[in-house]
T-cell receptor, first 115, second 116 residues
């Protein structure tokens, strides 16, 4: 079975551009969450989606947005890129919202460099 | 104060040693708790869930103290392959009644190096 897949794996952008990152969850998983990880720090929660509905949002500016599609895949969009947006962006999937069902399986991440 | 705090590390221990990691969280609404490990330049992977009654998986033992908002991880008989960063994770879950914000909060991680 395929795990969580993310694309692209690496990308380079310049300040002011926008980026779209994609994530496909494990088959049967209905929840997708996004994280930003800067080198030397733990992942920072950005969004959680369940059944196409946003269920959680971290402390990120409105330049960050996301959505979940009917097939449970998800996109993370970042507009007006800043140098500080350079990071590893991780997607995780889980079964759903019930207690105990939130064990996360991560994809390998998309490494974004903003120049 | 950060929502989840961990021992700053790094921990450098010899093979066979016992090592303990500590984690505290600030939000009393936190409902589920986990330890993940992350190898260098890899994604985090679940090590174990943490329950109030405490739980053990081989050489690993996790404890949760809700009253003190404290989580611990004990690794016995350390192996070279245990070298990684250990992440404490706290989950505040969305509920239909409260419609609270579902959040997954990672600690900054504690680095462990097991030395031959």
């Amino acid at each position: 079975d395929a795990g969580v897949t993310q694309s692209p794996t690496h990308l380079i952008k310049t300040r002011g551009q926008h980026v779209t990152l994609r994530c496909s969850p494990i088959s049967g998983h209905k929840s997708v969450s996004w994280y930003q990880q800067v080198l030397g720090q733990g992942p920072q929660f950005i969004f959680q989606y369940y059944e196409k509905e946003e269920r959680g949002r971290g402390n990120f500016p409105d330049r960050f947005s996301a959505r979940q599609f009917p097939n449970y895949s998800s996109e993370l969009n970042v507009n007006a890129l800043l140098l500080g947006d350079s990071a590893l962006y991780l997607c995780a999937s889980s079964l759903g919202q019930t207690s105990g069902a939130n064990v996360l399986t991560f994809g390998a991440g998309s490494r974004l460099t903003v120049l | 104060r950060k929502e989840v705090e961990q021992d700053p590390g790094p921990f450098n221990v010899p093979e066979g040693a016992t090592v303990a990691f500590n984690c505290t969280y600030s939000n009393s609404a936190s409902q589920s708790f986990f330890w993940y490990r992350q190898d260098c330049r890899k994604e985090p992977k679940l090590l174990m869930s943490v329950y109030s009654s405490g739980n053990e998986d081989g050489r690993f033992t996790a404890q949760l103290n809700r009253a003190s908002q404290y989580i611990s991880l004990l690794i016995r008989d350390s192996k070279l392959s245990d070298s990684a960063t250990y992440l404490c994770v706290v989950n505040i879950e969305w509920t239909p009644k409260q419609k609270s914000n579902d959040k997954v909060i990672f600690g900054p991680g504690t680095s462990l190096s097991v030395i031959p």
